[in-house]
């Protein structure tokens, strides 16, 4: 029974997109619930990180040292955490570097891969095998760890996790680019710009480019979800955002250590923000990428 | 077969030294002047330079490359800075007591994660199909120490039914060691029953979509038997790769659930070595980590190929 399951997976990919309805894709992806919950959620971190301080009701810096560790109430929505600072406007503020690090990475690791693997998929030969083995070397580690070696190495500092994670970013991203250039290359338009004689650069950069976006857009936000999940990770060990910057992983890494004292809001109201943010992503990745292959 | 495994070996061991590479050139290479880092600031050039030359690294960097290198392939991972001894001991320790923990989650989330994804790909499309799969996926993508402090909190905190702390203690029995680890297996659990039961779901509806499932139903057989012989002996196959690969995502989140627990792991010492910027120690365990990561994709590969007919039989790719 089993030797003939084999034959029907290679269809799959080439049905794609022929059956999709007169919509164009971003009005599809805009009528799924999953999308508007995340797309929600998201824009709120978003508005905080750009206006956190106006909204804030409290400087998330300022100590009050007459009124610590207070459970959450009218005053302090959040409470306060051991120095009195206000927990609730340091939620909010706190989402501004954790999105801009993480953005930055994924877009620098975006544009990188991008490029490579259009020259890995359409010029192939040492690049793309280069690039193979790199990409094969580069998850034997977890991102984490990775990041954790190199700033242990340089120094904490945005750019240093920013540089890190972009680059090892690139190589994952460049293989999938690469299998999207490698099933455009096989169609017409690309032999009669060649036989037009169009500049490999500009076949690569103008021709297949534009087709190639969807993968790139789907990859993009999977890897801003993991670059978030790593950049707090990292900020909860102390490598990350640096106190007294009100960051989400930095003050869980401070105050979990009152927990069992029963000050449970210091590092719950952080660690629910963390999972919104993430959780947000991923809603909206995924009624992408439904979108894209249904 | 045969020389497919072995072609996997080889460019596995290329991979393993390019690993080897990128470890140094962080370890070694980025630090500048590791006496410098590891004395701090304040102490004295004459004592930087002394360290530098008990550690070697005023010599070229080939020739350090080489004998760490070299070392390694001889069993010596280097001598720990922070305690002034053989870093081996430190990782053997680490690692089964990792193992320990790694395990666990394993034997917990892998029929959990099957299970799930076999359900919701017989309900494919209904209300059961969407909640395991955003439950699924929102679990997997909330980092571990935010899972685990809800988790604690819960658990540990106010219901009191487990210790917070990993730690059971030297020559506790086996049950309270169980009792130890059962908070920290859970944000782990948690992790990876998104990504298997996500695998589990596809394969399960190509299966059950195929000519071979119609043909069994349409002779006969009940559905039961139909999933069981038939649909699950082909969907499970790519769900043994996808395990093999999240042993990797398994160990990124053991540094940050060790070091939240306060478990002896490899994880929490790669930590306490980049605290104390033991930089021997922390090469010796991300390689340790690079290698379990190969170790454990070259097994599903081979796995895969061993419980695959096609490429048993010699179909080569």
């Avoid at chain 1, 299998?179 to 490999?200: F, H, I, K, P, T």
């Avoid at chain 2, 070697?56 to 001894?85: A, I, K």
């Avoid at chain 2, 792991?265 to 104390?276: S, T, Y």
Wanted: net charge neutral.
């Amino acid at each position: 029974m089993t030797e003939v399951a084999a034959a029907p997976a290679a269809e799959v990919t080439v049905a794609h997109g022929a059956g999709t309805a007169q919509l164009p894709p971003w009005r599809l992806v805009l009528r799924r619930p999953t999308f508007i919950v995340g797309a929600t959620i998201l824009l709120f971190w978003v508005v905080c990180a750009v206006f956190g301080h106006l909204i804030a009701p409290q400087d998330p810096l300022a100590q009050q040292l007459l009124a610590t560790n207070q459970a959450p109430s009218g005053a302090h929505w959040f409470g306060t955490d051991q120095l009195g600072r206000d927990v609730f406007s340091r939620v909010i503020v706190g989402s501004r570097d954790i999105l801009i690090i993480s953005l930055l990475a994924t877009i620098l690791g975006t544009v990188l891969g991008t490029a490579l693997g259009l020259i890995m998929g359409y010029l192939r030969g040492v690049a793309d095998m280069l690039t193979g083995r790199a990409v094969e070397a580069v998850l034997a580690l977890p991102l984490l760890v990775v990041v954790l070696l190199f700033v242990v190495a340089v120094g904490p500092s945005p750019l240093t996790i920013i540089v890190v994670i972009g680059f090892v970013f690139t190589p994952l991203i460049a293989r999938t680019v690469r299998s999207a250039v490698l099933v455009e290359s096989q169609l017409d338009y690309l032999a009669s710009a060649r036989l037009l004689g169009e500049s490999s650069a500009r076949i690569m950069f103008v021709e297949i480019l534009p087709n190639v976006m969807p993968a790139v857009l789907v990859e993009f936000t999977v890897r801003l979800g993991y670059a978030i999940f790593t950049v707090a990770g990292l900020s909860f060990l102390g490598y990350g955002v640096q106190p007294p910057t009100p960051d989400w992983g930095a003050d869980i890494a401070a105050n979990y250590g009152v927990l069992p004292a029963g000050y449970w809001w210091m590092t719950l109201f952080p660690a629910l923000a963390i999972a919104s943010l993430v959780i947000a992503i991923n809603l909206v990745t995924d009624s992408i990428e439904q979108v894209l292959s249904s | 077969m045969g020389t497919y495994i072995l072609k996997r070996l080889g460019l596995a061991l290329v991979t393993l030294w390019l690993l080897s590479i990128i470890v140094f050139f962080a370890c070694q290479v980025l630090p500048g002047d590791p006496g410098r880092a590891i004395l701090g600031p304040l102490a004295a050039q004459s004592a930087v330079h002394a360290l530098d030359q008990q550690l070697g690294v005023n010599r070229p960097l080939l020739e350090q490359y080489w004998t760490w290198v070299t070392g390694l392939l001889h069993g010596d991972l280097g001598t720990s800075t922070q305690f002034r001894s053989p870093v081996e001991p430190f990782i053997r320790a680490a690692l089964i007591n990792s193992i320990k923990l790694a395990a666990l989650a394993f034997i917990i989330v892998v029929p959990l994660g099957i299970l799930g994804g076999v359900i919701a790909a017989l309900h494919v499309g209904r209300t059961t199909d969407r909640v395991i799969s955003v439950t699924g996926l929102s679990l997997t993508t909330v980092p571990e120490f935010v899972s685990g402090i809800v988790v604690a909190v819960i658990f540990g905190v106010t219901l009191k039914w487990f210790p917070v702390s990993a730690a059971a203690g030297d020559g506790a029995s086996v049950p309270s060691q169980l009792d130890h680890l059962i908070l920290p297996v859970i944000p782990l659990v948690f992790v990876l029953f998104g990504y298997i039961a996500r695998m589990t779901r596809a394969g399960t509806i190509e299966a059950l979509d195929s000519d071979y499932a119609r043909t069994a139903t349409l002779k006969g057989l009940k559905r039961s038997v139909v999933i069981r012989r038939h649909v699950l002996r082909n969907s499970l196959l790519p769900t043994i790769t996808v395990i093999a690969t999240q042993v990797g995502y398994l160990i990124g989140g053991l540094v940050v659930v060790e070091t939240l627990f306060n478990y002896q792991g490899i994880g929490n010492l790669i930590f306490k070595a980049a605290q104390a910027k033991d930089f021997p120690m922390l090469a010796a365990g991300v390689l340790t980590i690079g290698l379990v990561y190969m170790v454990a994709t070259l097994t599903a590969d081979v796995l895969y190929t061993v419980l695959n007919p096609r490429l048993r039989l010699g179909g080569n790719e």
